[in-house]
């Protein structure tokens, strides 16, 4: 059993940034995939971003590319999501997932199907 905490989003304007966390507390996340989601009002849930359990590969959707940066702290047990550039269409409630199952461990993936463990979530509002 593995239980995921997000924390670090909150409002912020336009063109600024933020970076969120994902932490567990029974277990390392190191040999793990964590995938970030996100889910808007009136919208697709959508993956974001990963990063592999096995070689620490990132991925990036589209929407984020260039913007958003994910990044794992071993020693502090933490995965981080920097988001930088923050666009309006960029606000929802932030997930992180979990899994340690290939392919998913080796290929990473934004389908949250595709993920065992996954966090309550944190807000994040992007307004002016």
């Known amino acids: 059993q593995l239980t995921l905490v997000e924390s670090g989003g909150g409002l912020v304007q336009p063109g600024g940034s933020l970076r969120l966390s994902c932490t567990a507390t029974?277990?390392?996340?190191?040999?793990?995939?964590i995938g970030w989601f996100r889910q808007a009002p009136g919208k697709e849930q959508e993956g974001v971003s990963c990063?592999?359990?096995?070689?620490?590969?990132?991925n990036y959707a589209d929407s984020v590319k260039g913007r958003f940066s994910i990044s794992r702290d071993s020693a502090k047990n933490t995965v981080y999501l920097q988001m930088n550039s923050l666009k309006p269409e960029d606000a929802g409630i932030y997930y992180c997932?979990?899994?340690?199952?290939?392919?998913?461990?080796?290929?990473?993936?934004?389908?949250?199907?595709?993920?065992?463990?996954r966090g309550q979530g944190t807000q994040v509002t992007v307004s002016s």
């Open positions: 997932a979990a899994t340690s199952r290939w392919p998913t461990s080796d290929r990473g993936s934004f389908y949250e199907r595709d993920y065992d463990y």
């Open positions: 029974e277990s390392t996340l190191d040999y793990y995939t």
């Open positions: 990063i592999t359990g096995r070689g620490g590969i990132p």
